[in-house]
């Protein structure tokens, strides 16, 4: 029984995923941080007295996230 209920979730799923694809949807996780925030991140990354997490831009953003798009000297990733 668990596995006919596990079988249905599966392609419940994978349905749900071909009508998002077939409708354009974009199949990645929005971003945690736009290109138009970037500037004031990687401001913010280089003063040291001020937190990384402290712009209200990025206030939803964990300090990973930030480090992931910023270094800590302010220069950019990827």
């Given amino acids: 029984m ?3 209920e596990r079988d ?3 392609s419940a799923r994978w349905r749900g995923f071909a ?5 354009g949807a974009a199949e990645d996780r929005p971003r945690a941080i ?3 925030d970037l500037p ?3 401001k913010l990354m280089r003063d040291p007295e001020v937190p990384p997490h402290a712009s209200p831009r990025c206030s939803a953003a964990l ?3 930030l480090y992931r798009y910023v ?3 302010g220069e ?3």
């Avoid at 009508?19 to 409708?23: F, K, T, V």
């Fill in 34 to 36: 736009f290109e138009s």
């Fill in 19 to 23: 009508q998002r694809r077939s409708a």
């Fill in 2 to 4: 668990a596995e006919f």
């Fill in 71 to 73: 270094s800590p000297e």
């Fill in 63 to 65: 300090a990973a996230t």
């Fill in 40 to 42: 004031a991140v990687q």
């Fill in 8 to 10: 249905l979730t599966a």
């Fill in 76 to 78: 950019r990733r990827k």
